[in-house]
């Protein structure tokens, strides 16, 4: 018998593991071992058994020891591991390191302990020390005690035991903590379905299939999620929820600590502290653990007996990794369900164009909901052409804007306002040259923010580089800067000096850093702390404030020009998400303001044209070999000379797929758009992944498949 093992060395040659012989160890995939590499022992992880081999023509080191009585990692967990390493081209030990914290995994045994106990009484009486004697004599009534248990009882200290063990007569025990097993007790609070709802929930339960929740905003969605998660934990088995972005687990906690008590439910996402991760992890390992709520890394949650998956608002962006393993939580959790034999429950109002086209083609089911909760309206929208307004020093705010919010403040109800921006401007502009201050990390404009004492800085959002902003233009040298465009920064400024009495908001990635922080804006707005909120994508996503009756998107047009085949798509599930905030519980209204009242996304955003939208744009893409019509992969080139080398992949590319007669590959490189020319990507459509086998030994190339980004 033989064993694949992953050591945690990080050499280069052995990252999917080496060959061991396990001996009379029960190892099992996932066991946690120790094996010898080179001259140390180092710790590994089990990745196969197998029964049969074939004779090996070079010596084959044994397996030294085996820790823990459960292996680390399931069957299912390690058949999806070997699937990420395949299917996303990245070593084994890249798609292992998002399923376990940071070694040393000995950290995620029971705690070693040093126990003391009497072993030779025969020469007792040779001792002359009182410290001495009483442990002897505390020893000879007592069992292996720690030395903390002696020093309490008889005041000795460790230079005392030590001692004593130099002239024989106590020893030392290494042993395992005993980890209580008890674990809390389970309390389910049964959901309570609409009609609607209830047909959507037998639907989903009727299939094998992962399922496509298609349902409109303000639908009940988390309704179904409740009954679906209630169901799979009465049966025994546990649950994971992925939520695109960890401030978002504050929406939706509350609604599942009412459905099961607080203690089998954990909350998972990449901020937590290394200590943190390990303790939630041994937490799940053990089945204390019901429900794991979290970002995307949630889905590596370390359950044993796997049941469901539900990815909320599955079209997100934010579930694709932009570091390796650059793994989708979607595709990653079919695997993984298919292998734990799970279900998997994908839920949005605005579907990704994968999920949608699956759902068409028969690979996903589709279960709707139609109607918003208690068939509460859709809220009435209006496009406002910012080509007819005139702004004054108001921009980009314009008249029916104002009147809007004035009516809200006066009904007392609450207004939601959405920019794509951080910040107090877009850019920093020379009125003299007309050029803007740009990053020299990327080539792009930089980004200008106000400190609290007011003074400005520049920020490149692409890059972290951060700036002084300068008295004087880099090119002309003119002091005529002015900082244009609006950030959300400028934008509070200008909402605190048209309403002076309003209580104002700030939701961005510079106000909120912390789940807590979410916590605490949305008590405000709950408890009518607050009149309007105002921010980026944050405030789009996902919540559910019943007082907020209007909701505006300041500026419409930003993305719908960027060079991407995904931009339209991704301004369409924003204004659509962000309609979906206004009129919860009472009548709502949404207006969305625009330089291009006449784009495609902004009309059917308006007139809620979700399904109408998701066909034709699947036409386009099918029409211009775009994905899902076709499979993509990005090569990211970096180096020395980054042009170069790209030039010569996509050549070895266009080669080989001629060769090969596979005239449909399509390749396209170029700089990306936040390296400053220092990255280059080469973009493949229509290759299956692998199929040309393109060598990118010693280059330094990241493969990138299914990517989001292509700019």
């Known amino acids: 018998m033989r064993c694949t093992v992953l050591t945690v060395s990080r050499s280069q040659g052995i990252g999917s593991g080496l060959t061991y012989d396990p001996g009379n160890l029960s190892v099992k995939p996932g066991s946690f071992v120790q094996v010898p590499l080179r001259n140390k022992i180092v710790d590994g992880i089990v990745l196969d058994v197998l029964q049969d081999h074939e004779k090996e023509e070079y010596d084959v080191k044994s397996i030294?020891?085996?820790?823990?009585?459960?292996?680390?990692?399931?069957?299912?967990?390690?058949?999806?591991?070997?699937?990420?390493?395949?299917?996303?081209?990245?070593?084994?030990?890249?798609?292992?390191?998002?399923?376990?914290?940071?070694?040393?995994?000995?950290?995620?045994?029971?705690?070693v302990v040093t126990l003391w106990k009497l072993s030779n009484t025969k020469s007792i009486d040779q001792i002359k020390g009182k410290k001495q004697i009483a442990v002897l004599e505390f020893l000879e009534s007592s069992d292996a005690v720690t030395a903390a248990t002696i020093q309490e009882e008889t005041g000795a200290t460790l230079t005392t035991l030590k001692t004593l063990e130099e002239r024989g007569f106590v020893s030392q025990i290494k042993k395992r903590e005993e980890v209580d097993q008890t674990l809390p007790s389970i309390k389910i609070t049964e959901p309570t379905l609409t009609e609607l709802q209830q047909n959507a929930y037998d639907s989903i339960r009727s299939q094998q299939l992962p399922s496509l929740l298609f349902g409109i905003t303000g639908s009940g969605k988390t309704e179904v999620y409740a009954k679906l998660i209630a169901d799979t934990i009465r049966e025994g088995k546990q649950a994971i929820l992925l939520v695109p972005e960890i401030l978002l687990t504050e929406?939706?906690?509350?609604?599942?600590?009412?459905?099961?008590?607080?203690?089998?439910?954990?909350?998972?996402?990449?901020?937590?502290?290394?200590?943190?991760?390990?303790?939630?992890?041994?937490?799940?390992?053990?089945?204390?653990?019901?429900?794991?709520?979290?970002?995307?890394?949630?889905?590596?949650?370390?359950?044993?007996?796997?049941?469901?998956?539900?990815l909320d608002e599955e079209h997100e962006w934010t579930y694709k990794n932009e570091q390796t393993p650059r793994y989708h939580a979607?595709?990653?959790?079919?695997?993984?369900?298919?292998?734990?034999?799970?279900?998997?429950?994908?839920?949005?109002?605005?579907?990704?164009?994968?999920?949608?086209?699956?759902?068409?083609?028969?690979?996903?089911?589709?279960?709707?909901?139609?109607?918003?909760?208690?068939?509460?309206?859709?809220?009435?929208?209006?496009?406002?052409?910012?080509?007819?307004?005139?702004?004054?020093?108001?921009?980009?705010?314009?008249?029916?804007?104002?009147?809007?919010?004035?009516?809200?403040?006066?009904?007392?109800?609450?207004?939601?306002?959405?920019?794509?921006?951080?910040?107090?401007?877009?850019?920093?502009?020379?009125?003299?040259?007309?050029?803007?201050?740009?990053?020299?990390?990327?080539?792009?404009?930089?980004t200008v923010h106000e400190r609290r004492d007011g003074s400005q800085i520049l920020v490149d959002h692409s890059t972290g580089l951060t700036a002084q902003a300068p008295s004087m233009c880099p090119h002309c040298k003119s002091p005529n800067l002015r900082a244009v465009g609006a950030g959300t920064q400028r934008?509070?400024?200008?909402?605190?000096?048209?309403?002076?009495?309003?209580?104002?908001?700030?939701?961005?990635?510079?106000?909120?850093?912390?789940?807590?922080?979410?916590?605490?804006?949305?008590?405000?707005?709950?408890?009518?702390?607050?009149?309007?909120?105002?921010?980026?994508?944050?405030?789009?996503?996902?919540l559910d404030l019943p007082n907020v009756t209007l909701a505006a998107v300041v500026l419409a047009d930003v993305g719908l020009s960027l060079p991407h085949f995904r931009a339209g798509e991704r301004v369409f599930q924003l204004?659509?998400?962000?309609?979906?905030?206004?009129?919860?519980?009472?009548?709502?209204?949404?207006?969305?303001?625009?330089?291009?009242?006449?784009?495609?996304?902004?009309?059917?955003?308006?007139?809620?044209?979700?399904?109408?939208?998701?066909?034709?744009?699947?036409?386009?893409?099918?029409h211009t070999g775009y994905p899902p019509?076709?499979?993509?992969?990005?090569?990211?080139?970096?180096?020395?000379?980054?042009?170069?080398?790209?030039e010569a992949l996509a050549a070895s590319i266009l080669l080989k797929a001629k060769d090969q007669n596979q005239s449909h590959v399509k390749v396209s490189f170029g700089p990306t758009l936040m390296s400053g020319g220092k990255e280059w990507h080469v973009l493949v459509r229509g290759l299956r992944k692998g199929f040309l086998d393109i060598p990118l030994e010693g280059k330094q190339i990241v493969t990138d498949v299914d990517p989001l980004d292509c700019i």
């Open 64 to 111: 030294k020891e085996i820790f823990g009585e459960s292996p680390l990692l399931t069957e299912s967990q390690i058949k999806t591991v070997r699937w990420m390493a395949d299917y996303y081209c990245c070593t084994v030990r890249a798609a292992l390191s998002v399923w376990l914290p940071s070694p040393p995994w000995a950290a995620l045994l029971p705690k």
């Open 330 to 446: 979607r595709e990653t959790a079919e695997a993984l369900c298919r292998f734990s034999k799970a279900r998997l429950v994908l839920g949005s109002a605005t579907p990704s164009l994968e999920s949608w086209s699956r759902a068409k083609a028969g690979l996903y089911h589709l279960a709707r909901l139609p109607e918003r909760y208690k068939n509460q309206p859709l809220p009435s929208v209006r496009i406002i052409d910012l080509a007819d307004v005139s702004f004054g020093q108001l921009y980009p705010f314009s008249p029916p804007l104002i009147k809007a919010m004035e009516e809200r403040l006066e009904r007392k109800e609450q207004s939601v306002l959405f920019l794509n921006r951080r910040g107090i401007a877009t850019a920093l502009l020379c009125l003299n040259c007309r050029r803007r201050v740009v990053s020299p990390e990327s080539q792009l404009p930089f």
């Open 629 to 646: 019509a076709v499979s993509m992969i990005r090569y990211i080139v970096r180096g020395n000379q980054p042009k170069h080398d790209a």
């Open 251 to 310: 929406n939706c906690i509350d609604r599942f600590r009412r459905l099961l008590n607080a203690e089998r439910i954990a909350v998972v996402h990449s901020k937590l502290t290394p200590t943190e991760r390990r303790e939630i992890w041994k937490n799940i390992h053990r089945g204390a653990i019901s429900l794991v709520i979290g970002s995307r890394s949630a889905l590596f949650a370390s359950l044993q007996h796997l049941g469901l998956v539900i």
């Open 491 to 542: 934008i509070e400024h200008i909402v605190a000096k048209l309403f002076p009495k309003a209580r104002i908001l700030r939701a961005d990635s510079d106000t909120l850093t912390k789940p807590e922080e979410m916590r605490e804006l949305l008590d405000t707005m709950k408890r009518g702390d607050a009149d309007i909120l105002l921010g980026t994508q944050s405030v789009v996503k996902g």
């Open 575 to 622: 204004l659509t998400q962000l309609v979906g905030r206004s009129g919860r519980s009472k009548p709502g209204e949404v207006i969305i303001q625009t330089f291009r009242p006449e784009a495609e996304e902004i009309l059917r955003a308006s007139r809620h044209e979700v399904e109408p939208y998701l066909e034709q744009e699947l036409r386009l893409r099918l």
